[in-house]
């Protein structure tokens, strides 16, 4: 079983690193492999809604988004993190899991996935519903902590004091562990997702 975390965060080894790294840490305590993706601080485009990426699981647009989909067939679950930017995630990264979710959605699907958002102060409640969000449209399982997945400082050392935060973050990574053995033992006994009916879209203008 693998776990990919994915930093949203132009810095690489900043805050929302120090939150992932305290969930990698239980994650491989619990035996399950992991591997930390850096979307990197190069700007990513958005989708530009061309269609090109329609029955071929990768976006048009060559960059860390189809390094990211192919990594995510071979991961079970998904911990996903952000710095909040006036109050929402990093821009990259929404642009990011926009692309993501439409053109590799289906390498994500009846995953467990969790959001951590990590702040000096304010807006991280509301970019923790930002990201579920994705989760809550793709057939993915979210799993859940005794508090909301979230780190407060402004630098890594701000954040290795708020032990409540990490505390949340290490019994998330716990839950993510569970829910995974429990869904690998279901599938041991031949408990698979139903099958989806066909999409049906209603339009609200007629």
Request: charged share 20%.
């Amino acid at each position: 079983m693998k776990v990919l975390l994915i930093n949203g965060s132009p810095h690489k080894t900043g805050c929302t690193f120090t939150a992932l790294s305290e969930a990698e840490a239980r994650l491989k305590e619990h035996g399950i492999e992991t591997e930390l993706f850096h979307i990197g601080s190069a700007p990513v485009g958005g989708c530009t809604a061309c269609g090109g990426c329609a029955g071929k699981g990768r976006c048009v647009f060559q960059d860390v988004v189809n390094e990211a989909i192919e990594k995510a067939k071979t991961a079970d679950g998904f911990l996903i993190g952000s710095p909040v930017y006036y109050a929402s995630p990093n821009g990259s990264l929404i642009s990011f899991l926009d692309r993501l979710f439409y053109a590799g959605g289906a390498a994500l699907a009846w995953k467990p996935a969790a959001a951590i958002t990590s702040a000096r102060r304010g807006g991280t409640t509301a970019s923790f519903e930002v990201i579920n969000k994705y989760f809550t449209i793709n057939n993915m399982p979210i799993v859940s902590s005794q508090y909301w997945n979230m780190v407060h400082g402004n630098k890594p050392e701000e954040i290795r004091q708020d032990l409540e935060g990490l505390q949340t973050i290490r019994r998330l990574a716990d839950n993510m562990a569970w829910l995974l053995k429990c869904i690998e033992a279901g599938k041991a006994q031949g408990i698979l997702p139903a099958e989806p009916e066909p999409i049906v879209r209603t339009n609200f203008i007629r």
